[in-house]
């Protein structure tokens, strides 16, 4: 069974920095490895909306931003601990919401984890 649990969530100043933690279990380093992985967030009252994603194209990763985060957010990927990363830097009170780690295997099943609160107070 593959289960996705995600860390780092914290309650941070506008302007703040932190970093949030995914890690998958119940499947190999080579099967995480090749599959797309993502944040998303979903807001009080709002949508769950993208934040951020990371596909695999050829040999390399290939990171896609939603507009509000990008040149702020960096998703990031470590295969060998089957954990996927968002560090999130100059913090806005419109990042607060909860943040959610995918994966999707094969382009047929997805999974989410159970979310982590983030709290940006200005």
């Known amino acids: 069974q593959v289960q996705l649990v995600e860390s780092g969530g914290a309650s941070a100043q506008a302007g703040g920095s932190l970093r949030l933690s995914c890690v998958a279990s119940g499947v190999s380093n080579g099967i995480f490895s090749i599959n797309p992985v993502g944040w998303y967030r979903q807001a009080p009252g709002k949508q769950r909306t993208l934040v951020a994603t990371m596909t695999k194209v050829g040999m390399s990763d290939y990171a896609d931003y939603g507009d509000s985060v990008k040149g702020r957010f960096n998703i990031s990927r470590d295969n060998a601990k089957n954990t996927v990363y968002l560090e999130m830097n100059s913090l806005k009170p419109e990042d607060t919401g909860v943040y959610y780690c995918?994966?999707?295997?094969?382009?047929?099943?997805?999974?989410w984890g159970q979310g982590t609160q983030v709290i940006v107070s200005s």
């Open positions: 995918k994966l999707v295997l094969n382009r047929l099943v997805t999974f």
